[in-house]
């Protein structure tokens, strides 16, 4: 889209981020670092581009239609996200908020101020949590049998399906070709941290096909109960796999690592005082493996990775949240 001095709607400014350079984090190793701001998207999150795809494709299929409901199962993002464009489209929106304590009140009420129904569910298995970072893929299945049922139940119900709508994907296909174009189509390394697995299949996808040689590495939180590796089988049902079982075993991933919230949550204050770059805590623990990378080359690298979301919704708790 060319550069407009009016936009028509702030449906407008999804997408087309920019990218920054980290300097004082990087101030000691060769390597670049380039982080791409996603949470300037009008929402606060990269999930507006998903929120976005999945609604127009679902209207342009004549699955949704004036005075339908939304509903989803989310920590927060692709919540607030799907209450913020759903609601601008002039739908009802119900988001079954799986975001454990304080913060899942704080997002509560984000959404709810935007005129979503917010149903708030305090995960039964945050009590066996080993430590204070948050899986979304295991936190969000009791709500997505509630989705399940309700669209079953419902036929002017459209369940969204982040964790298995291809639209989903397909929407970071355009983040990677953003990528491409600030970076001149050079990136060694992409790093991101896996929810859905959305962003980073969609973006790995392509950055394959137009960097052969670039390695690709995805995050999970310390306190998940099911360890990732490529090439492993993970189960698919109603309310399970999806996107995450085809990242497993596509050739999309070269390597799946986990961080711990300190961890997280250390680098994303570097972020805020050294670069003031106020996102959240899943952009520190990207950052804190771009750092990695950097610190253990033997060449200059160009490593490239996302600002997943603004550091607003953690201001009551900081999670490291996927």
Sequence with gaps: MKNKKIHDSVLELVGNTPM???????????????????????????????????????????????????????TGNTG???????????????????????AGGEKERMMKNVGAEVRLMEP?????????????????????????????????????????????VNS?????REILDQTDGHVDVFVQSIGTGGSLLGIAEVLKKECPHVRVIGIQPASSKELWHAGMD?????????????????EAVDELVQITNAEA????????????????????????????????????????????DHMDRYLTEERYVT
């Design 265 to 308: 949550r250390e680098m994303t204050h570097r972020l805020w005082t050294e670069e003031g770059l106020y996102c959240g805590v899943s952009s520190g623990a990207n950052v804190h493996f771009a750092m990695r990378e950097a610190r253990r080359a033997d060449k200059k690298l160009r490593i490239v990775t996302l600002l997943n």
């Design 20 to 74: 920054v350079r980290l300097n004082k984090i990087c101030a000691d190793v060769e390597s670049e670092i380039l982080v791409k701001l996603e949470y300037l998207n009008p929402s606060g999150s990269l999930k507006d581009r998903i929120a976005l795809e999945m609604i127009e494709k679902a209207e342009q299929s004549g699955r949704i239609k004036p005075g339908d409901t939304i509903i989803e199962s989310s």
């Design 172 to 176: 970071h296909h355009v983040t990677a």
């Design 124 to 168: 039964e298995v945050i009590d066996d949590l080993r430590e204070r970072s948050v899986a979304g893929s295991e936190v969000e299945l009791p709500g997505r049998q509630l989705c399940l049922e309700d669209e079953k139940t419902d036929p002017h119900v459209w369940w969204a399906r982040q964790f298995s709508n291809e639209h989903n």
């Design 234 to 250: 993970f189960p698919v049902t109603e309310i399970k796999g999806g996107i995450v079982s085809k990242l497993l075993k596509s």
């Design 80 to 102: 607030f996200a799907l209450s913020t464009i759903g609601r601008l489209k002039g739908y009802n929106v119900t988001i079954y908020e799986t975001m454990p304590g304080k």
